[in-house]
T-cell receptor
Framework: DAGVTQSPTHLIKTRGQHVTLRCSPI?????VSWYQQVLGQGPQFIFQ???????GRGNFPDRFSARQFPNYSSELNVNALLLGDSALYLC??????????????FGPGTRLTVT | AQSVTQLGSHVSVSEGALVLLRCNYS??????LFWYVQYPNQGLQLLLK??????LVKGINGFEAEFKKSETSFHLTKPSAHMSDAAEYFC????????????FGTGTRLTIIP
């Protein structure tokens, strides 16, 4: 079975630009979460979506937004990019409220570089 | 709020020696605890999880961890290190049912000495 997939793999943007990152969860998973991992640090929670509704939001500015589509895939959008937004963006999927496996499966991430 | 603290940002062990990576948690509710491994330029892979069942949890690749409430610890161990264990290891805590947010530690980079 295919795991969590993310696109693109790498991305280079200029300060002030906008970026959209995409994530496809494991088949059957209805929950998607986004994390930001700055070099040398642990991942930081950004958003969680379940059944197309936001169920959690981390301490990130309003420049960050996300949505989940009817097929449970998800997009993370970041506006007005700053140098500090350079990071590995990880997507994770899980069964969510359907099951108590408590496991989130992570994708390979999108490496965003802001210049 | 939940948090985890990983003691030691870098740990080096000889091949065949015991691996011990330390994690202490802070949680106002019964925690769910996880260990993840990250290889260079890759995402995170779940090693093992504690969800209030057995306090000694066995995971993949020969790793295990013991939940000790009295010490608020969830240390990761492996009896005999292998070269392929070299990676970054993250401890994470999750709150009660209904909240999927994982709070990660700062990570421990494990180096295996041949």
């Amino acid at each position: 079975d295919a795991g969590v997939t993310q696109s693109p793999t790498h991305l280079i943007k200029t300060r002030g630009q906008h970026v959209t990152l995409r994530c496809s969860p494991i088949s059957g998973h209805k929950s998607v979460s986004w994390y930001q991992q700055v070099l040398g640090q642990g991942p930081q929670f950004i958003f969680q979506y379940y059944e197309k509704e936001e169920r959690g939001r981390g301490n990130f500015p309003d420049r960050f937004s996300a949505r989940q589509f009817p097929n449970y895939s998800s997009e993370l959008n970041v506006n007005a990019l700053l140098l500090g937004d350079s990071a590995l963006y990880l997507c994770a999927s899980s069964l969510g409220w359907q099951g108590a496996t408590w496991e989130q499966y992570f994708g390979p991430g999108t490496r965003l570089t802001v210049t | 709020a939940q948090s985890v603290t990983q003691l030691g940002s870098h740990v080096s062990v000889s091949e065949g020696a015991l691996v011990l990576l330390r994690c202490n948690y802070s949680s106002s509710v019964p925690p769910y605890l996880f260990w993840y491994v990250q290889y260079p330029n890759q995402g995170l892979q779940l090693l093992l999880k504690y969800t209030s069942a057995a306090t000694l949890v066995k995971g993949i690749n020969g790793f295990e961890a013991e939940f000790k409430k009295s010490e608020t610890s969830f240390h990761l161990t492996k009896p005999s290190a292998h070269m392929s264990d070299a990676a970054e290891y993250f401890c994470a805590v999750r709150g009660s049912f209904g909240n999927e947010k994982l709070t990660f530690g700062t990570g421990t980079r494990l180096t295996i000495i041949p």
